[in-house]
C-alpha cells in the first residue's frame, strides 16, 4: 500500500481542491482520521509544552548556570524566534513533500535537540540549542495541522481543530505545573529530557498511523528568493523587539532593523507578486476573516504569552512558593483551558466563529485587568478567580482562530496557513515577553529609586542602582550578604512593591491588546474552504 493518498483529479467543479477519493483511503490503522489526530496531538504537545514549561524552571537555571535576567529571557525568546522566523518555509516544505514526512523530522529533531540542552552546562549551549529546538518545532506544527484539514471531514473539522487546540492550551497553561513538579523533585534538566519519550511515542506512533495526504496542485517548486526575504524580515523584526529593551527604544539600533523588517516585508510582497509558485499567494490575504484571523492570534499571544511570563516570577519570587505550589496555583488556568476547548469546537460549529472569539478575547481582557490589582498579600481564591476567566476566554481563541486561518486557505496551502497560525502565535508570544518586558523595565526603573529613598535606605550608587533593578524586574529583593535583618525587611518590601507596579502596568496593557482584539474578532467568519478536506473516512 501506498503512503500517499490518491486524489480525485476532477474536484468538486467549483475550483476547490479535489478531496481524496474513496478508493484510496487508508484501511485499518494507517488514515484512521481520531488515531490520527492522536499521533500528531502527541507531537504538538512537545512544542506548546515547551513554550511555557520553561518559566517555571527560569528561576532555577539562572541560579544554577549564574544567567543574568537577560539571558534568562533569551532562553524563551531563541525558542520562539526560531519558530516564528521558520514555520511559514516549514509549511510549504509539508505541502511539497507530504505533511507524514515533515511532521515525522521535526518529532525526532526536537527530541534530540531537547536531550542535549539537559545535559548543557552553560547558558549558551542552552539559548543554542533551544533554537534548533524552535527550528525542529517548525517543521512539526504546521504539519499537523495540514493532516488534521486532510483526514477529517468539514462537519468534524471544528471538533478535531477544537481537541487540537484543547491539547495546546493544555500543554501551554499546564507547562507551569509539570515544570514545578520536575524542578522541585528532580532538577530543571527534567524539564527538557521528558521530551524525549514523548518524542520516541510520536514517532512510533507516526510511523503506524499517519498517511501522507497531498493536494493534486500541491507546490513543485520553492520560492526561496521568498525564502529568504520573509524570514529575514521576520528576524529583523523580532530582533528589534527583542533588543530594544536593552539598546533603547529610541536608539538607532533598534530602528535601523525595524526599517530593515519593514524593507524586507516590502520586498516580499513585491517579489510575491512576480513569481510563479510564490511562497505566500498574496491573494490569500484578500480573505479578510483569513487576515484577521491571523492578527487575532498575535493579539492573543501577546496578552497570554507576555503575561504569562511575570506570573511565574510573582508566584516564586513575591509569594515565596516552591516551583511545584507555583504549577499548581496555575491549575484553574489549565483546566479550563482543558474542558472550554472541545466546548468551544461546538459553540463555533453551531454559531460560528465571529461570538466565541469576541466573547472569549473580552473574558481575556477583564482576567488581565484583574491580573493588574495582584498585591503582594493577595490570596489564593483570588488569584484562581483571575486565572480561571483567563482560561475560559483563550480557550475559544485558541480553537476559533485555527479554524478560520486554516479553513480559509484551499487545501493546497493548508502547510502554508497552518505556518501562518502558528508564526503570529509565535511571533506574538515573542512580542509580549518584549514589549511587556520593556514595560516591567521601565516601570521598574523609574519608580526603584525614589521607593527605595522614600523607606529610608542608604543611596546606592549608578552602577549599585542598575543591578538592584535588574533583581527587582524578576521579584528578587537585591539583598547584600551581612544587611542587618532590619534593613533586609525593608529592601524586600521595596522590592516587592516595586515589582508589583511594573507587573499590574503589564497586565494593563495586556488587556488593552487583548480588548483590541475583541474588535478584530467582529471580523471573522466560519472557513469557507473547510469542505475541501476529507469527504469520508473512518470517523
Known amino acids: 500500500m501506498t503512503s500517499q493518498t490518491t486524489l480525485d483529479k476532477t474536484g468538486p467543479g467549483d475550483g476547490r481542491p479535489a478531496a481524496p477519493s474513496d478508493g484510496a483511503l487508508a484501511s485499518g490503522l494507517r488514515g484512521h482520521p481520531w488515531l490520527t489526530l492522536i499521533t500528531v496531538a502527541v507531537g504538538v504537545m512537545m512544542v506548546a509544552l515547551d513554550g ?6 527560569n528561576p532555577a537555571i539562572q541560579q544554577d548556570l549564574g544567567a543574568t535576567f537577560a539571558e534568562v529571557q533569551w532562553i524563551t525568546n531563541g525558542y520562539f524566534l526560531a519558530l516564528a522566523v521558520a514555520l511559514i518555509t516549514a509549511g510549504k516544505l509539508g505541502d511539497r513533500f507530504g505533511h507524514r514526512q515533515t511532521f515525522l ?6 527530541a534530540a535537540a531537547s536531550g542535549a540542552i539537559g545535559l548543557s552546562h552553560s547558558i549558551g549551549f542552552v539559548v543554542t540549542f533551544r533554537v534548533l529546538q524552535g527550528l525542529f518545532g517548525a517543521l512539526l506544527m504546521p504539519a499537523a495541522l ?3 484539514r486532510a483526514t477529517f471531514p468539514a462537519e468534524k473539522l471544528n471538533m478535531a481543530i477544537g481537541i487540537w487546540g484543547m491539547v495546546i492550551g493544555a500543554s501551554t497553561a499546564g507547562g507551569p505545573i509539570l515544570g514545578g513538579v520536575l524542578v522541585e523533585h528532580v532538577n530543571w534538566q527534567s524539564v527538557f529530557f521528558i521530551n524525549v519519550p514523548v518524542g520516541v511515542l510520536a514517532l512510533v506512533l507516526g510511523i503506524l498511523i499517519l498517511l501522507d495526504h497531498r493536494a493534486e496542485n500541491a507546490p513543485r517548486s520553492f520560492d526561496l528568493p521568498g525564502i529568504a526575504l520573509l524570514s529575514g524580515a521576520m528576524f529583523c523584526l523580532v530582533w ?3 533588543k530594544a529593551p536593552e539598546w533603547g527604544w529610541g536608539a538607532g539600533q ?55 511570563f511575570f506570573v511565574t516570577f510573582y508566584l516564586q519570587n513575591v509569594h515565596g512558593m516552591s516551583p511545584i505550589d507555583a504549577g499548581l496555583h496555575l491549575l484553574p488556568l489549565t483546566g479550563m483551558m482543558i474542558v472550554g ?27 488581565m485587568y484583574g491580573m493588574s490589582t495582584l498585591e503582594t498579600d493577595t490570596g489564593s481564591a483570588v488569584m484562581s478567580l483571575w486565572f480561571a476567566l483567563l482560561g475560559l476566554g483563550l480557550a475559544p481563541v485558541m480553537v476559533g482562530a485555527t479554524e478560520v486561518i486554516v479553513g480559509n486557505a484551499p487545501l493546497e496551502l493548508s ?17 509580549g515577553t518584549a514589549v511587556l518586558g520593556a514595560v516591567m523595565a521601565s516601570k521598574v526603573d523609574s519608580d526603584l529609586a525614589g521607593n527605595w529613598k522614600d523607606a529610608g535606605l542608604p543611596p546606592l550608587t549608578a552602577a549599585q542602582e542598575a543591578q538592584a533593578s535588574e533583581a527587582v524586574q524578576v521579584g528578587v529583593p537585591p539583598i547584600a550578604k551581612g544587611t542587618p535583618e532590619a534593613i533586609a525587611a525593608k529592601i524586600t518590601d521595596v522590592a516587592h512593591d516595586t515589582f508589583i507596579s511594573g507587573m499590574s502596568l503589564a497586565s494593563l496593557v495586556a488587556a488593552a491588546v487583548a480588548a483590541v482584539a475583541v474588535l478584530v474578532a467582529l471580523l471573522t467568519k466560519r472557513g469557507a474552504n473547510a469542505e475541501a478536506g476529507a469527504g469520508v473516512g473512518h470517523i
Not at 523530522?105 to 526536537?110: A, H, L, P, R
Open 254 to 308: 533598534t530602528w535601523t532593523f525595524i526599517a530593515a523588517s519593514l524593507l524586507g516585508f516590502g520586498l516580499f510582497a513585491f517579489w510575491e507578486t512576480k513569481v510563479a509558485e510564490p511562497l505566500i499567494p498574496l491573494g490569500l490575504f484578500r480573505s479578510v476573516a483569513l487576515s484577521a484571523g491571523v492578527v487575532l492570534m498575535v493579539l492573543m499571544a501577546i496578552a497570554f504569552m507576555g503575561g504569562l
Open 415 to 431: 502547510g502554508v496557513a497552518g505556518g501562518l497560525q502558528q508564526a503570529a502565535m509565535q511571533i506574538g508570544g515573542s512580542l
Open 146 to 148: 495540514g493532516l488534521l
Open 105 to 110: 523530522i521535526g518529532v525526532v529533531g526536537f
Open 341 to 367: 476547548s472541545p466546548l468551544a469546537g461546538v459553540m463555533i460549529t453551531k454559531l460560528g466563529p465571529r461570538i466565541p472569539l469576541a466573547g472569549g478575547m473580552a473574558a481575556t481582557a477583564i482576567a
Open 240 to 242: 528589534a523587539l527583542i
Open 52 to 57: 511555557t514549561i520553561v518559566a517555571i524552571a
